[in-house]
Every structure is written in C-alpha cells, then in structure tokens.
C-alpha cells in the first residue's frame, strides 16, 4: 500500500502487453492510468514512460498527429531526468 511508482510501473506494464496484443484502446487507458499516477507523485522517469506508450500506441493505432504530441511531451520529460536511454526510448 501507498507504493504509487510501483503500481504505476506495474500498470504501464500491463500496457506493454495489451499493446503488444494490438488491444490498443485498452492500452491506451492503461498508459493514462500510469500518467496519472506518476503525475501525482512528482515521478519524471514514470511519466517519460508513460508518454512514450501513449506516443506509441497512438502511432499504432494511425494517429501519427497525438503520437507526435506524446512523444514530444515524453522526450522533454525525459530530457530531466538524466535518463539517456529514456530519452532515446521517447525518440522512437
């Protein structure tokens, strides 16, 4: 109880595997449910993360636009946290 990160992290996991069943809509929430979990706790890795999967789901799903958008919003979160990998992750 009271773990936000690792719930977020487990929720941004399940969106992982929704994804990658191609149940994007499902995905989609679940990377919203991460967002707004890592949001309220101040956790920039989780939300970099988050916002890559949105970017990433939505760049499935055809709508390269909100892809650009989250995947903006995912690099400049990253961009602070001294995450190199993470910055590349939101350069996909």
Known sequence: LGDVAGVAGS???QAIALRALGRLPE???HYE???RLAR???LPRAVAYALAGLGMT???AGDAAAAV???EA???AAAGTDDRALE???LT
């Open 27 to 29: 995905a989609r929430a």
């Open 88 to 90: 590349c992750t939101a």
């Open 40 to 42: 309220s706790a101040s």
């Open 69 to 71: 958008v989250h995947l």
């Open 58 to 60: 939505a760049l499935e």
């Open 11 to 13: 929720i941004g996991n």
């Open 74 to 76: 995912a690099f400049a």
């Open 33 to 35: 449910d991460s967002l």
